[in-house]
């Protein structure tokens, strides 16, 4: 028997249940298809908005060329965007030496930590802005950046990257959640918590 024939053969003998749950794992979602409908222009978005922002020369960067960032010289700061269905929360991450290089000496340290919110208040900004988005997602409401890093609370889908901006990678991620499932997971949680005690 060739390989092909046994390919159809385990084909043809497998149960129809398992068929079933490969069609399910294969279906997306509303919000993971609609982030790889919109991955190009966020990414493009997010690397403008950074090199107009600060006007330097910005690129995107491969993930394979992206540094990791040790946590004590990492440098957070998120951004929540809600609207009536869904919500997007975005997170910079940047290596706080490199990013102090992009100034010049005699700016002070809060000046640069505002530079850094205000970066990602621009970036959520402009992706908000864009008609492709909204078709997807509806109209956010921006809420004030936070210096440190954010988790959804719940599930989430992601979109994430890394930039080259002025020669300091900045890494990014744009997670979307829908506002029912966060309600949802929050109503569950004393549940939750209390079959864990």
């Known amino acids: 028997m060739t390989t092909m024939q046994k390919l159809f053969s385990s084909t043809a003998a497998a149960p129809a249940h398992a068929a079933r749950a490969t069609l399910i794992a294969r279906t997306e979602c509303p919000i993971e298809s609609g982030l790889r409908r919109l991955s190009t222009s966020m990414m493009r978005a997010t690397v403008e908005t950074a090199g107009a922002f600060l006007a330097v020369p910005a690129s995107l960067g491969s993930p394979w060329e992206a540094p990791r960032l040790s946590i004590p010289d990492a440098m957070h700061c998120s951004q929540m965007n809600i609207g009536e269905k869904y919500r997007l929360l975005c997170n910079l991450t940047v290596d706080k030496t ?7 000496a005699d700016i002070s340290a809060q000046i640069k930590l505002d530079a850094y919110s205000e970066l990602a208040n621009c970036i959520c900004g402009t992706v908000l802005a864009d008609p492709m988005f909204t078709d997807e997602f509806g109209y956010l409401i921006p809420c004030v950046p936070c210096n440190g890093a954010s988790r959804p609370e719940g599930a989430a889908l992601n979109e994430r990257g890394s930039m ?8 990014f991620t744009f997670a979307v959640q829908e506002i029912a499932q966060v309600s949802s997971d ?6 939750r918590l209390t079959a864990a005690a």
């Not at 490199?98 to 010049?104: E, G």
């Not at 080259?164 to 890494?171: E, F, P, S």
């Open 186 to 191: 929050m109503n569950a949680l004393p549940e």
């Open 98 to 104: 490199a990013w102090d290089k992009l100034f010049p």
């Open 164 to 171: 080259i901006v002025g020669g300091t990678w900045i890494h």
